[in-house]
């Protein structure tokens, strides 16, 4: 492995841990400190200025007139979107069930790439395909009855998230080859704030920051510097070494950091809260999903 396949894979793992440990710090302030909403549009705002500042000095490229229809759907799609059904799902259900659900990416993935870059889907990815699916299926489903904090509606709407992500991979994917990755990111979050800020600015401005202690601007913090500019500046680092599906398979890692958050939390800090988070169905249903996406992301083995 040379150099710089070995930091691309250190890239990865670090934006992994990071997402591992954001479904658990972000949920840790919503709603009593801040509106989902308000939430999404500051995240949305500073990452803007912050991507944009980076274009300003690095990256002098401009974008044909005709791309700018798909950039804006990656900005529906890839922030604004995304962002809401993520917020609004994590402040509405469990840690562990969002970070389990969110591992069926790349399997909406590679649904979308079979109808719209019409790539083929082999007998391994199908039973990928349901494996996962079922084991989704299931921790969505539980979540209507289950105790601790899971939730239906949130998990339903952290899949709409996932759903939305998967798509905006697939759209994206032409851009990608065309332009830097910085310049599609810088696009897309300015297009995302501008699709989100009617419906949501008004939350913003009736945040009461009185209310913001030293721990709400450090969770705040960590969420648009390292869940999303670091975080995307990984990922944009090792996708210049490293093939998507082999970025892609380290979303196996968040279920994984997410146990051991929630874990440290029921036992340390919110034992009420959390105590009944994990338990034998959803470890089941992380494993279904795992073992899903595993199968899909799988190489087929090549015959001398």
Request: glycine share 6%; aromatic share 16%; hydrophobic share 55%.
């Amino acid at each position: 492995m040379n150099s710089n396949i070995y930091k691309a894979h250190v890239a990865l793992l670090g934006a992994n841990l990071i997402y591992g440990a954001n479904y658990i710090i972000a949920k840790g302030i919503m709603p009593e400190k801040i509106n989902p909403n308000a939430f999404v549009f500051m995240r949305l705002a500073c990452c803007v200025i912050l991507f944009w500042f980076i274009k300003f000095l690095f990256i002098k490229e401009k974008v044909e007139q005709k791309d700018f229809l798909r950039i804006a759907l990656c900005g529906l799609l890839g922030a604004a979107a995304n962002m809401l059904f993520f917020f609004h799902g994590i402040n509405l259900t469990s840690p562990v069930d969002a970070s389990i659900i969110m591992t069926v990416t790349p399997v909406i993935v590679l649904i979308f790439s079979f109808f719209i870059l019409k790539e083929p889907i082999t007998k391994n990815k199908l039973l990928g395909i349901i494996i996962g699916g079922i084991g989704a299926l299931i921790l969505i489903l539980y979540g209507n009855n289950s105790a601790g904090t899971s939730s239906f509606l949130g998990n339903l709407f952290v899949f709409i998230n996932a759903t939305c992500y998967g798509l905006y991979l697939v759209i994206v994917k032409p851009l990608m080859k065309k332009y830097n990755a910085i310049t599609i990111i810088s696009w897309m979050f300015l297009f995302g704030l501008m699709f989100v800020t009617p419906f949501i600015l008004n939350d913003f401005t009736k945040t009461n920051f009185e209310y913001f202690t030293t721990s709400t601007y450090l969770v705040i913090g960590y969420v648009v510097l390292f869940t999303t500019f670091f975080a995307y500046l990984f990922n944009i680092y090792a996708l210049n070494f490293v093939s998507p599906s082999v970025t892609s398979s380290y979303i196996y890692l968040q279920p994984v950091i997410s146990f051991i958050m929630v874990g440290i939390y029921a036992y340390i800090f919110m034992k009420d809260k959390y105590a009944q988070d994990i338990n034998l169905i959803k470890i089941l249903s992380c494993i279904m999903v795992i073992i899903g996406v595993y199968i899909i992301s799988k190489p087929p083995k090549k015959f001398a």
